[in-house]
């Protein structure tokens, strides 16, 4: 089992950037696939991003492509979400997820994922 908690979120500008965290409890961070979604008011929860374990290979949303990075220590049991020339459109609780083996076909729904941090507010003003 392990435990998430994501931070770095808050205000910020349209065009603007900000780097989320999610620490992860436990000394097995490094067998978990890690993802970051997203959830708008009224919305359903959205795929952003996934890193494989320890290979470093990503997959994005098409929508964030380009402009979001996600990376992970395994050192530190620490992923990350640097988000550059965010849009109004993209205010949402940010949420970090695990899983410890991934259905491939899921990679991008939120079912595919077993942990969940409680998310961090992003509000990008226009």
């Known amino acids: 089992q392990v435990q998430l908690v994501e931070s770095g979120g808050g205000l910020v500008q349209a065009g603007g950037s900000l780097r989320l965290s999610c620490a992860a409890s436990g000394r097995t961070f490094s067998v978990y696939v890690m993802g970051w979604f997203r959830q708008a008011p009224g919305k359903e929860r959205e795929f952003v991003a996934c890193?494989?374990?320890?290979?470093?290979?990503?997959y994005y949303a098409d929508s964030v492509k380009g402009r979001f990075t996600i990376s992970r220590d395994n050192a530190k049991n620490t992923v990350y979400l640097q988000m550059n020339s965010l849009k109004p459109g993209e205010t949402a609780v940010y949420y970090c997820?695990?899983?410890?083996?991934?259905?491939?076909?899921?990679?991008?729904?939120?079912?595919?994922?077993?942990?969940w941090g409680q998310g961090t507010q992003v509000t990008v003003s226009s």
């Open positions: 890193i494989s374990k320890s290979d470093g290979t990503t």
């Open positions: 997820a695990a899983v410890r083996d991934l259905d491939y076909e899921l990679r991008a729904d939120p079912t595919g994922y077993r942990y």
